[in-house]
């Protein structure tokens, strides 16, 4: 029987591996003995279980560069060339279940489509968690996804969010277009606009949190953050800015530069400031505030009208892989967010 890896495993509606991006990033040096071979070729040899229509349609997309610059299928790789390669990771060995349900779909064209994820929706299969997740609707709704000849899992993605955070995913229909929006998440030109309720107001209105994501050392299902330049954990840059202050809890607007595991949920923890609701991450507790009375009772109530944390993807900004055009998506609150601010916005007023 297969060990189960235990960072995969479903606990407490955490999606393990959530908002990272899907694609592979290799470096790869020819040594000093390498006979000059077709770039295509060197690739095919270097790289493990990447089929030549992966590789071609790299190169051909501008993803593939050498020795910093872009270069054609016939280049010859020479002695001490360095080859780098942005391509999406390949999907896992397991069978995706067509499933057909009801997808909000803002935009599809015949390369990409974008979808508004809920609150509750599982992005991709994964133990515990086999069928009723996007990827099982992305499936049925779009028979040519790119998944594979045997319908491998993650058809069409190139990133996700958590399973409890709403809002918008791109899904590349075409592995051209796959490809090209990996490039665009590697070069961190994807632009990404989170909105999250957090507890208190930061000390300023707007700057950016810089420290490496990586799992915590004491509890495996969870993200923690340590020091820029450290050895552990990713490189993540989160830019935020406070919208509205309600007194105890604040609207603010994120916006990623990277995306790794949790790293908003991560980042605003580190900064002193949950997400509202977020049980993971200290949030579904009053953090500011009396634990008593009726402020406490009120929180509370509010927990039952968003009983998830308090983070939606709002926006979603790339350039199209096949016109070049910038295409920019934004989609509205859900109704459990904005009954959420509501009660805050009451409350704030109340309380003067």
Known sequence: MQELDPDLLPDDGIEA?????????????????????????????????????????????????????????????????VVTVVLPEPPREDKVVAEPMSLDIPYEDEQLLLVNKPAGMVVHPAYGNWTGTLVNGLAWHIRNLPTGRNGEIRPGLVHRIDKDTSGLLVIGKTEWAMTHLSQQFFHHTI???????????????????????????????????????????????????????????????CNLETGRTHQIRAHMKHLGHPLFADAAYGGAQVVYGQRTGAYKAFVERTFEVMPRQALHAKSLGFVHPTTGEQLQFETELPEDFTQALKRWETYSLQAQ
Do not use: C
């Not at 006979?35 to 501008?62: C, H, W, Y």
């Not at 507890?199 to 994501?213: A, D, F, L, M, S």
């Not at 450290?230 to 800015?241: D, L, M």
């Open 191 to 253: 632009e990404r606009t989170y909105l999250a309720l957090v507890w208190g107001t930061p000390k300023q209105e707007q700057g950016t949190i810089r420290g490496n994501v990586g799992r915590h050392p004491k509890d495996r299902k969870l993200m923690t953050v340590f020091p820029e330049g450290s050895a552990e954990g990713k490189h993540a840059v989160t830019h935020y800015k406070v919208l509205r202050s309600f007194g105890y809890v604040s609207l603010v607007q």
């Open 17 to 81: 591996g959530a908002e990272d991006e899907l694609y592979e990033h290799h470096r790869i040096q020819a040594d000093g003995r390498q006979e000059p071979m077709r770039l295509d070729k060197f690739l095919l040899n270097r790289l493990p279980n990447v089929s030549r229509t992966k590789v071609q349609t790299g190169i051909e997309a501008g993803a593939v560069q050498v020795n910093g610059k872009e270069a054609k299928s016939s280049y010859k790789v020479k002695p001490g060339d």
